[in-house]
């Protein structure tokens, strides 16, 4: 199964021009509409893959209503995916 995940994962990156390396799970409103994918490797050593799209559909009505969104256009998390958005992350 991970095998056939790397595959799949690989073949989105492949498509899509934009990656992004980061120690933090991030949402920017620049990012919207890019189908980026987000590796983030978090300081514990945890590693997660997503789509900045799929999450950003999931989570823009909570997003949309944080100060911290609005103000700088972005909203991060140095721990974790936040868990409205695990089941979208590898």
């Known amino acids: 199964m991970i095998?056939?995940?790397n595959k799949y994962i690989n073949?989105?990156?492949m498509k899509t021009s934009n990656q992004i390396n980061s120690t933090r799970f991030v949402i920017r409103k620049s990012l919207i509409g890019t189908k980026t994918i987000v590796n983030v490797t978090f300081k514990?050593?945890?590693?997660a893959v997503y789509n900045h799209d799929a999450v950003y559909e999931v989570m823009?009505?909570?997003l949309n209503a944080?100060?911290?969104?609005?103000?700088y256009k972005s909203y991060t998390s140095s721990t974790s995916v936040p868990v409205i958005a695990r089941?979208?992350?590898k």
Do not use: E, P
């Open 87 to 89: 089941h979208l992350a």
């Open 66 to 71: 944080m100060n911290c969104f609005a103000k």
């Open 44 to 47: 514990s050593g945890k590693t």
């Open 3 to 5: 095998i056939n995940f």
């Open 60 to 62: 823009k009505d909570k």
């Open 11 to 13: 073949n989105i990156i």
